[in-house]
Protein backbone atom coordinates (compact mmCIF):
# COMPACT_ATOMS: atom_id res chain seq x y z
CA UNK A 1 0.00 0.00 0.00
CA UNK A 2 2.97 2.21 -1.01
CA UNK A 3 1.44 4.46 -3.44
CA UNK A 4 2.88 5.20 -6.66
CA UNK A 5 5.45 8.20 -8.12
CA UNK A 6 2.97 10.94 -9.78
CA UNK A 7 4.55 12.86 -12.87
CA UNK A 8 2.91 16.25 -14.32
CA UNK A 9 4.43 17.93 -17.16
CA UNK A 10 7.76 18.47 -16.80
CA UNK A 11 7.80 17.93 -12.65
CA UNK A 12 10.34 15.07 -11.63
CA UNK A 13 7.85 11.80 -10.00
CA UNK A 14 7.43 11.89 -6.56
CA UNK A 15 5.14 10.33 -4.05
CA UNK A 16 1.48 11.81 -2.88
CA UNK A 17 -1.44 10.35 -1.15
CA UNK A 18 -2.80 6.96 -1.51
CA UNK A 19 -5.63 7.58 0.63
CA UNK A 20 -8.45 9.93 -0.90
CA UNK A 21 -11.78 11.63 0.54
CA UNK A 22 -13.17 12.69 -2.65
CA UNK A 23 -16.61 14.22 -1.23
CA UNK A 24 -19.28 15.26 -1.33
CA UNK A 25 -18.66 18.78 -0.14
CA UNK A 26 -20.10 20.00 3.19
CA UNK A 27 -20.71 16.04 4.30
CA UNK A 28 -18.23 15.37 7.01
CA UNK A 29 -14.98 15.44 4.74
CA UNK A 30 -13.36 17.88 7.56
CA UNK A 31 -14.47 15.78 10.79
CA UNK A 32 -13.71 12.37 9.37
CA UNK A 33 -9.60 13.76 8.00
CA UNK A 34 -9.41 14.57 12.01
CA UNK A 35 -10.91 11.59 12.96
CA UNK A 36 -8.59 9.49 10.77
CA UNK A 37 -5.22 11.35 11.07
CA UNK A 38 -5.19 10.34 14.73
CA UNK A 39 -4.87 6.75 13.89
CA UNK A 40 -0.77 6.04 13.88
CA UNK A 41 -1.15 4.48 9.85
CA UNK A 42 -2.56 7.30 8.80
CA UNK A 43 -0.53 10.99 7.85
CA UNK A 44 -3.36 13.86 7.02
CA UNK A 45 -1.00 15.97 3.99
CA UNK A 46 -0.02 19.35 5.33
CA UNK A 47 -2.92 21.22 3.76
CA UNK A 48 -6.02 18.97 4.19
CA UNK A 49 -7.67 19.87 0.94
CA UNK A 50 -4.78 20.69 -1.49
CA UNK A 51 -7.18 20.33 -4.91
CA UNK A 52 -3.82 18.80 -6.45
CA UNK A 53 -5.96 16.41 -9.46
CA UNK A 54 -8.81 19.68 -10.01
CA UNK A 55 -7.42 20.44 -13.44
CA UNK A 56 -10.02 21.98 -15.42
CA UNK A 57 -11.99 23.86 -12.08
CA UNK A 58 -10.09 27.12 -10.84
CA UNK A 59 -9.81 25.72 -7.40
CA UNK A 60 -8.72 28.93 -4.89
CA UNK A 61 -4.97 28.25 -3.65
CA UNK A 62 -4.56 24.78 -5.40
CA UNK A 63 -1.07 22.99 -5.15
CA UNK A 64 -1.21 22.13 -9.04
CA UNK A 65 2.88 21.42 -8.32
CA UNK A 66 3.56 17.69 -8.16
CA UNK A 67 6.67 18.16 -5.98
CA UNK A 68 5.10 20.67 -3.88
CA UNK A 69 2.32 18.09 -3.32
CA UNK A 70 4.64 15.20 -2.62
CA UNK A 71 6.02 17.00 0.02
CA UNK A 72 2.73 17.85 1.86
CA UNK A 73 3.49 14.20 2.40
CA UNK A 74 6.82 13.36 3.00
CA UNK A 75 6.35 13.38 6.72
CA UNK A 76 4.23 10.39 6.22
CA UNK A 77 6.43 8.20 4.47
CA UNK A 78 6.16 5.10 7.06
CA UNK A 79 2.62 5.53 7.23
CA UNK A 80 0.21 2.94 5.85
CA UNK A 81 -1.87 5.68 4.20
CA UNK A 82 -1.22 9.23 2.98
CA UNK A 83 -4.56 11.19 3.72
CA UNK A 84 -6.00 14.01 0.90
CA UNK A 85 -9.13 14.93 1.96
CA UNK A 86 -10.14 17.10 -1.46
CA UNK A 87 -14.41 16.62 -1.77
CA UNK A 88 -14.11 18.13 -5.03
CA UNK A 89 -12.34 15.26 -6.49
CA UNK A 90 -16.11 13.58 -6.71
CA UNK A 91 -17.16 16.90 -8.96
CA UNK A 92 -14.22 17.72 -11.09
CA UNK A 93 -14.51 15.02 -14.13
CA UNK A 94 -11.02 14.88 -14.39
CA UNK A 95 -10.06 13.95 -11.40
CA UNK A 96 -11.15 10.27 -10.71
CA UNK A 97 -8.99 8.87 -14.13
CA UNK A 98 -6.15 11.17 -13.34
CA UNK A 99 -5.93 9.72 -9.58
CA UNK A 100 -6.86 6.29 -11.42
CA UNK A 101 -3.62 6.57 -13.44
CA UNK A 102 -1.07 8.13 -10.85
CA UNK A 103 -2.26 5.71 -7.61
CA UNK A 104 -3.47 1.84 -8.85
CA UNK A 105 -3.97 1.06 -5.45
CA UNK A 106 -5.68 4.15 -4.25
CA UNK A 107 -8.47 3.74 -1.64
CA UNK A 108 -11.29 6.17 -2.30
CA UNK A 109 -13.76 7.27 0.33
CA UNK A 110 -16.69 8.88 -0.47
CA UNK A 111 -18.91 10.41 1.97
CA UNK A 112 -22.98 10.78 0.82
CA UNK A 113 -25.22 13.12 2.29
CA UNK A 114 -28.48 14.54 0.81
CA UNK A 115 -28.66 16.86 -1.86
CA UNK A 116 -31.79 18.81 0.02
CA UNK A 117 -29.18 19.38 3.16
CA UNK A 118 -25.75 19.70 1.52
CA UNK A 119 -26.80 21.66 -1.26
CA UNK A 120 -28.08 24.58 0.71
CA UNK A 121 -25.29 23.95 3.34
CA UNK A 122 -22.71 24.61 0.48
CA UNK A 123 -24.66 27.79 -0.97
CA UNK A 124 -24.34 29.05 3.14
CA UNK A 125 -20.91 28.24 2.98
CA UNK A 126 -19.67 29.85 -0.30
CA UNK A 127 -22.14 33.17 1.04
CA UNK A 128 -20.30 33.21 4.58
CA UNK A 129 -17.10 32.70 2.52
CA UNK A 130 -18.16 35.66 0.48
CA UNK A 131 -17.77 33.78 -2.32
CA UNK A 132 -21.41 33.74 -3.87
CA UNK A 133 -23.64 37.12 -4.42
CA UNK A 134 -26.88 35.23 -5.11
CA UNK A 135 -28.07 35.13 -1.32
CA UNK A 136 -31.50 33.18 -2.40
CA UNK A 137 -30.63 29.71 -2.59
CA UNK A 138 -33.53 28.97 -5.33
CA UNK A 139 -32.30 31.48 -7.70
CA UNK A 140 -28.69 30.74 -7.03
CA UNK A 141 -29.86 27.09 -8.32
CA UNK A 142 -31.24 28.23 -11.69
CA UNK A 143 -28.36 31.45 -11.83
CA UNK A 144 -26.86 31.25 -15.50
CA UNK A 145 -22.99 31.31 -14.44
CA UNK A 146 -19.89 32.26 -16.35
CA UNK A 147 -17.71 29.86 -17.38
CA UNK A 148 -14.01 30.64 -17.05
CA UNK A 149 -13.65 33.06 -14.01
CA UNK A 150 -11.14 33.08 -11.77
CA UNK A 151 -12.84 30.95 -8.82
CA UNK A 152 -15.29 28.16 -9.81
CA UNK A 153 -17.74 28.94 -7.11
CA UNK A 154 -18.26 31.72 -9.42
CA UNK A 155 -19.32 29.58 -12.40
CA UNK A 156 -21.04 26.96 -10.13
CA UNK A 157 -23.68 24.97 -10.92
CA UNK A 158 -25.38 23.34 -7.96
CA UNK A 159 -27.68 21.17 -9.11
CA UNK A 160 -24.35 19.35 -11.15
CA UNK A 161 -22.86 19.23 -7.94
CA UNK A 162 -25.90 17.60 -6.26
CA UNK A 163 -25.47 14.30 -8.85
CA UNK A 164 -24.02 12.66 -6.76
CA UNK A 165 -25.26 9.48 -8.33
CA UNK A 166 -23.49 10.19 -11.55
CA UNK A 167 -20.53 11.20 -9.56
CA UNK A 168 -20.02 7.82 -8.17
CA UNK A 169 -20.84 6.02 -11.60
CA UNK A 170 -17.85 7.56 -12.92
CA UNK A 171 -16.39 7.12 -8.96
CA UNK A 172 -16.90 3.01 -10.20
CA UNK A 173 -15.66 3.31 -14.06
CA UNK A 174 -12.40 4.19 -12.26
CA UNK A 175 -11.78 2.23 -9.18
CA UNK A 176 -12.97 -1.49 -8.38
CA UNK A 177 -15.95 -1.73 -5.35
CA UNK A 178 -13.96 -2.98 -2.46
CA UNK A 179 -11.48 0.38 -2.58
CA UNK A 180 -14.41 2.81 -2.58
CA UNK A 181 -15.99 3.17 0.87
CA UNK A 182 -19.01 4.70 1.33
CA UNK A 183 -20.11 6.85 4.62
CA UNK A 184 -23.40 8.51 4.83
CA UNK A 185 -23.35 11.63 6.34
CA UNK A 186 -26.67 10.77 9.27
CA UNK A 187 -24.26 7.74 10.22
CA UNK A 188 -21.04 10.25 11.14
CA UNK A 189 -23.50 12.55 13.29
CA UNK A 190 -25.36 9.74 14.76
CA UNK A 191 -23.22 7.00 15.48
CA UNK A 192 -19.69 8.85 14.50
CA UNK A 193 -17.51 5.57 17.02
CA UNK A 194 -19.14 2.70 14.36
CA UNK A 195 -18.93 4.73 11.51
CA UNK A 196 -14.79 5.42 12.31
CA UNK A 197 -13.94 1.85 13.40
CA UNK A 198 -15.75 0.44 10.81
CA UNK A 199 -14.03 2.02 8.06
CA UNK A 200 -10.86 1.46 9.73
CA UNK A 201 -11.37 -2.07 9.61
CA UNK A 202 -12.12 -1.55 6.03
CA UNK A 203 -8.85 -0.29 5.41
CA UNK A 204 -7.16 -2.98 7.26
CA UNK A 205 -6.41 -0.97 10.13
CA UNK A 206 -6.65 -1.49 13.68
CA UNK A 207 -9.93 -0.27 15.00
CA UNK A 208 -8.76 1.95 17.66
CA UNK A 209 -11.67 4.33 18.54
CA UNK A 210 -11.07 7.78 19.91
CA UNK A 211 -12.52 8.90 23.26
CA UNK A 212 -14.29 11.85 21.71
CA UNK A 213 -15.59 12.67 18.38
CA UNK A 214 -15.31 15.97 18.01
CA UNK A 215 -17.24 17.84 15.09
CA UNK A 216 -15.53 20.22 12.58
CA UNK A 217 -16.42 22.58 9.98
CA UNK A 218 -20.33 23.00 10.84
CA UNK A 219 -22.33 25.22 9.24
CA UNK A 220 -22.08 28.72 9.95
CA UNK A 221 -23.35 32.36 8.35
CA UNK A 222 -22.34 35.82 8.45
CA UNK A 223 -23.41 38.66 10.63
CA UNK A 224 -22.59 40.93 8.20
CA UNK A 225 -23.09 40.23 4.67
CA UNK A 226 -21.12 43.82 3.77
CA UNK A 227 -17.83 42.24 6.21
CA UNK A 228 -18.28 38.84 4.65
CA UNK A 229 -17.91 40.16 1.03
CA UNK A 230 -15.05 42.57 2.36
CA UNK A 231 -12.93 39.31 3.84
CA UNK A 232 -13.68 37.69 0.07
CA UNK A 233 -12.11 40.72 -1.44
CA UNK A 234 -8.87 40.70 0.91
CA UNK A 235 -8.59 36.77 0.00
CA UNK A 236 -8.61 37.35 -3.22
CA UNK A 237 -7.34 34.16 -6.02
CA UNK A 238 -3.54 35.57 -5.81
CA UNK A 239 -2.97 37.23 -2.52
CA UNK A 240 -0.48 36.33 -0.48
CA UNK A 241 -0.61 34.12 2.76
CA UNK A 242 -1.12 36.71 4.94
CA UNK A 243 -3.73 38.01 3.77
CA UNK A 244 -5.92 34.78 3.73
CA UNK A 245 -5.29 35.00 7.53
CA UNK A 246 -6.83 38.07 8.04
CA UNK A 247 -9.65 37.72 5.84
CA UNK A 248 -9.95 33.75 8.32
CA UNK A 249 -9.97 36.20 11.45
CA UNK A 250 -12.41 38.56 9.70
CA UNK A 251 -14.63 35.71 9.11
CA UNK A 252 -14.00 34.22 12.35
CA UNK A 253 -15.51 37.41 13.88
CA UNK A 254 -18.27 37.82 11.71
CA UNK A 255 -19.68 34.73 12.40
CA UNK A 256 -22.01 32.74 14.12
CA UNK A 257 -24.12 28.85 13.96
CA UNK A 258 -26.22 28.60 11.08
CA UNK A 259 -29.88 29.12 12.67
CA UNK A 260 -32.50 28.00 10.65
CA UNK A 261 -32.41 26.11 7.32
CA UNK A 262 -33.56 26.08 3.38
CA UNK A 263 -37.44 26.77 2.82
CA UNK A 264 -39.06 23.36 2.44
CA UNK A 265 -40.24 24.54 -0.99
CA UNK A 266 -36.54 24.64 -2.41
CA UNK A 267 -35.59 21.46 -0.51
CA UNK A 268 -38.52 19.87 -2.56
CA UNK A 269 -37.48 20.91 -5.99
CA UNK A 270 -34.14 19.85 -5.20
CA UNK A 271 -35.10 16.62 -4.45
CA UNK A 272 -38.13 16.82 -7.85
CA UNK A 273 -34.47 18.14 -9.99
CA UNK A 274 -32.96 15.24 -8.77
CA UNK A 275 -34.69 11.90 -8.22
CA UNK A 276 -33.97 9.86 -11.06
CA UNK A 277 -30.07 10.71 -9.85
CA UNK A 278 -31.15 9.51 -6.39
CA UNK A 279 -32.48 6.25 -7.56
CA UNK A 280 -29.14 5.69 -9.48
CA UNK A 281 -27.23 6.14 -6.27
CA UNK A 282 -29.23 3.90 -4.61
CA UNK A 283 -28.80 1.39 -7.24
CA UNK A 284 -25.09 1.83 -7.04
CA UNK A 285 -24.44 1.48 -3.50
CA UNK A 286 -27.66 -0.27 -2.22
CA UNK A 287 -28.63 2.25 0.28
CA UNK A 288 -32.08 3.01 1.06
CA UNK A 289 -32.40 6.45 0.46
CA UNK A 290 -36.17 6.88 0.55
CA UNK A 291 -35.41 9.13 3.44
CA UNK A 292 -33.72 11.35 1.28
CA UNK A 293 -36.95 12.21 -0.52
CA UNK A 294 -39.21 13.39 2.58
CA UNK A 295 -38.04 16.78 3.04
CA UNK A 296 -40.86 17.73 5.45
CA UNK A 297 -38.63 15.79 8.49
Do not use: C
Not at 7 to 16: A, I
Amino acid sequence: MGGQAISRGNDRSVRGANLFIVGAPRAGTTSLANWLAQHPEIFLGKRKEPGYYVVNLPMRNRISDAADYAARFADGDDRRYRLDATPWYLHAEEALPAIAADVPDAQLIVNLRSPAEFLPSLHNHHVFKGLETQTDLAAALFTKRTAGTEDFRDSLDYLSVGRLGAQVQRVLEHFPRNRVHFIRFRHLTEIPRITHTRLLGELGLEEIPLSAYERYNAGQQQRSALVGAAAGRIAGPDAPRWRHRIAGRINRLNSRPRSGDAAIATKRLIIEELQDDIALLAELTGFDLSEWMDVDR
